[in-house]
């Protein structure tokens, strides 16, 4: 590789190109999260990341010395990500039970392989690496809260009958986090997840069945300007 290339990061020929600190960092973090996507968190590391980019791998560890520190802010990020357009689509819908079911629409859909794989290889490394482990748990709190936010609503407006919004807030994660192993090797018929995530959670909340299997009314709003939208495909 040339010295011109290296420094360009696969730069056209006979141009030089030398992208300054803050454009090669974002540089790194965008391909880092593009590999962790595809190839999982245990597969990112500087090599692959330099091979992406056309650079040297020693360029990349000059930027990012540590990969176990840039794994779990990849990590982090994108779960952030995913958190954001979700809560984004669900805040869309007035009624708890429309916006119960569609997070587990979200969360259950085609295609989503790729952040339920992230998650499970968040799990995976918190085995032996007490900061993800860290990171794992905040992010399993955020999303308990808002579960237990939108049945709180519920039952407050008699969508929902269930003592105790955060116990069985734990217990619809739990389970949304169980179909993430079942999604990512394609475990029975995906398209009967929504439904299997479905029927346990009206039957804990003393729901008609078939209510959150039911696509919720046109939203009154739009998704929150800026937020990622590659999780709202229809």
Same mark, same amino acid.
């Given at each position: 590789?040339?010295?011109?290339?290296?420094?360009?990061?696969?730069?056209?020929?006979?141009?030089? *190109?030398?992208? $300054?600190?803050?454009?090669? *960092?974002? #540089?790194?973090?965008?391909?880092?999260?593009?590999?962790?996507?595809?190839?999982?968190?245990?597969?990112?590391?500087?090599?692959?990341?330099?091979?992406?980019?056309?650079?040297?791998?020693?360029?990349?560890?000059?930027?990012?010395? $540590?990969?176990?520190?840039? *794994?779990?802010?990849?990590?982090?990020?994108?779960?952030?990500?995913?958190?954001?357009?979700?809560? =984004?689509?669900?805040?869309?819908?007035?009624?708890?039970?429309?916006?119960? =079911?569609?997070?587990?629409?979200?969360?259950?859909?085609?295609?989503?392989?790729?952040?339920?794989?992230?998650?499970?290889?968040?799990? /995976?490394?918190?085995?032996?690496?007490?900061?993800? #482990?860290?990171?794992?748990?905040?992010?399993?709190?955020?999303?308990?809260?808002?579960?237990?936010?939108?049945?709180?609503?519920?039952? =407050?407006?008699?969508?929902?009958?269930?003592?105790?919004?955060?116990?069985? #807030?734990?217990?619809?994660?739990?389970?949304?986090?169980?179909?993430?192993?079942?999604?990512?090797?394609?475990?029975?018929?995906?398209?009967?997840?929504?439904? *299997?995530? /479905?029927?346990?959670?009206?039957?804990?909340?003393?729901?008609?069945?078939?209510?959150?299997?039911?696509?919720?009314?046109?939203?009154?709003?739009?998704?929150?300007?800026? /937020?990622?939208?590659?999780?709202?495909?229809?």
């Amino acid at each position: 590789m040339s010295k011109k290339t290296a420094e360009g990061g696969g730069a056209t020929a006979g141009v030089r *190109r030398r992208l $300054s600190p803050e454009k090669r *960092r974002e #540089a790194i973090a965008v391909t880092a999260q593009q590999l962790a996507l595809t190839d999982g968190l245990q597969n990112l590391t500087h090599r692959n990341i330099a091979a992406k980019l056309g650079v040297t791998h020693a360029l990349v560890v000059h930027y990012e010395p $540590s990969i176990e520190s840039l *794994r779990l802010r990849v990590y982090q990020d994108l779960l952030q990500t995913e958190f954001m357009t979700v809560t =984004s689509q669900v805040a869309r819908y007035p009624r708890a039970v429309h916006k119960l =079911s569609e997070l587990i629409r979200l969360t259950s859909r085609p295609g989503r392989e790729d952040y339920a794989g992230v998650w499970l290889d968040g799990w /995976s490394l918190g085995r032996r690496h007490p900061e993800t #482990a860290h990171a794992v748990r905040h992010m399993m709190d955020r999303w308990q809260a808002m579960v237990a936010a939108i049945l709180e609503q519920g039952t =407050s407006d008699g969508d929902f009958d269930v003592p105790g919004a955060d116990s069985c #807030a734990w217990e619809i994660i739990a389970l949304l986090d169980g179909f993430n192993a079942h999604t990512i090797v394609g475990y029975r018929d995906p398209g009967q997840y929504r439904e *299997r995530i /479905s029927a346990p959670i009206e039957a804990r909340l003393n729901m008609t069945p078939g209510t959150l299997t039911e696509d919720p009314p046109p939203p009154l709003q739009k998704p929150v300007d800026g /937020s990622p939208q590659q999780q709202e495909e229809q």
